[in-house]
């Protein structure tokens, strides 16, 4: 009920946009957000919205160079990617939970789409 899309390789300073479309019957007024996982890391918070998008929040190694955003009238969420960087590169998730915005990181999100490879070379 969630799946991303978007991913690439691309160079650094280059842009891409990321979309996660999901199923607004079942998670049109829940918050959501994406994650990335590099390889031999850990999972980790990139940014985040609430379910109409007026409210966002940002990793501090990603704000002001990512910007999150939905359309519920689309059913898809996107992650607008710019100035990116090699340290950038990983398998990046849309997920979403239940609970009120903003949701906690390790515990908030019960669903989760597949990933998104995304690859910044040098």
């Known amino acids: 009920q969630l799946q991303a899309s978007g991913g690439g390789l691309v160079q650094a300073g280059d842009s891409l946009r990321l979309s996660c479309t999901f199923s607004?019957?079942?998670?049109?007024?829940?918050?959501m957000g994406w994650f990335r996982q590099a390889p031999g890391k850990e999972r980790e918070f990139v940014a985040a919205?609430?379910?109409?998008?007026?409210?966002?929040s940002y990793a501090d190694s990603v704000k002001g160079r990512f910007t999150i955003s939905r359309d519920n009238g689309k059913n898809t969420m996107y992650l607008q990617m710019d100035r990116l960087r090699p340290e950038d590169t990983a398998v990046y998730y849309c997920?979403?939970?239940?609970?009120?915005?903003?949701?906690?990181?390790?515990?908030?999100?019960?669903?989760w789409g597949q990933g998104t490879q995304v690859t910044v070379s040098s």
């Open positions: 607004k019957r079942a998670f049109g007024l829940y918050a």
């Open positions: 919205c609430n379910w109409n998008g007026g409210s966002t």
């Open positions: 997920a979403t939970g239940s609970g009120r915005f903003p949701l906690n990181p390790t515990y908030g999100y019960n669903y």
